[in-house]
């Protein structure tokens, strides 16, 4: 029996034929030439999304994911993805590029519904990577796919690509670390010495009997906060919320004219809970002087607008690479 073959008969073992037919996923290009290679990622990407559907279809609050498939870290990372919502693929037969990471291989765009979402935010975007053996070893929300092609095609050298894709990598898993709720993760993110800065929009009474406020009645203060005081609030927050989704737009990449392993990531952010909603403009420095440990040196948030949709924040405003001063 051939090795296609004998997956297919492994599948129909392990799935109703119904939820197969729905599903399926396929590498449309050339990037992998081990056939076996390109077949089991093949399989157990299909395998992954026939799990999503099974499990969110059947209404079971937790996942089961076999180590056949997928590396402990990432069935660790789908089941508190889990907690937070249930998610299934749409059925349809999925063809997408395989690209090659410093680690193994990557599929972009994947999409899925995310059940906790609000209806607008519920249909969204996985990128899938695979270790070199083609085990899934990592999942996360991905961010749009054409804005990844524009940020990619702005390298200037191999070694900026490399650090290009280790960066919007870094940025989903960054966003997925909210959205799963997941302390340790994003402790790891953070150099112990980074400096976070985080705006607030506070009202002025008039000086007058004017009864509208107008922009100039509001200022934003900005909080400075250590790792570790942020991480104990974010951690109170993730405590007393449901559901977390955080979504990233706008998203731009900047190499440091000067040092050249220090980049800034500039996006939008929303944060919506069950029960909050904000949007604002997210800055990381990420520090490149460990290669194979970047870390957020610094993150800033600023509000975008005020209770009454006021612009609190311009364009000009907004912190960037040249805003901080780096000593070394």
Known sequence: MKLKELFAALFMLLFPIDILAQTSFTISDGAIENEALKTKIERNMTYLLATFRLTAESGKKTISLSRDYMTKDAIDDVEEMWKSSAMSCPPMDLKSRCLHTTTGYQVRGIPVDIHEAVEAEARQ??????????????????????????????????????????????????????????????????????????????????????NKMTLLNNKVVYLSQTKQQYLQRLSNVFNKTRYINVSFSDIDVVQHPKYDDIYGVTLRQVWHTDNYRDEGYLFLMIDFHDEYRPLVQVRTWQPYKDDAGNVVTTDDEIFHLGSFKILR
């Open 125 to 210: 975007e996985l990128t899938v990577n695979f270790n070199k053996e083609g085990l899934i070893d990592g999942v996360s929300i991905a961010i749009e796919m054409n804005r990844y092609e524009q940020l990619m095609a702005q390298q200037s050298s191999d070694l900026d690509y490399t650090r290009r894709q280790i960066i919007i990598d870094f940025v989903e898993n960054f966003r997925t670390a909210y959205n799963r709720k997941d302390i340790k993760l994003l402790n790891s993110m953070y150099s112990d010495k980074a400096l976070i800065i985080t705006g607030k929009v506070v009202m002025e009474k008039p000086n007058s009997d004017v």
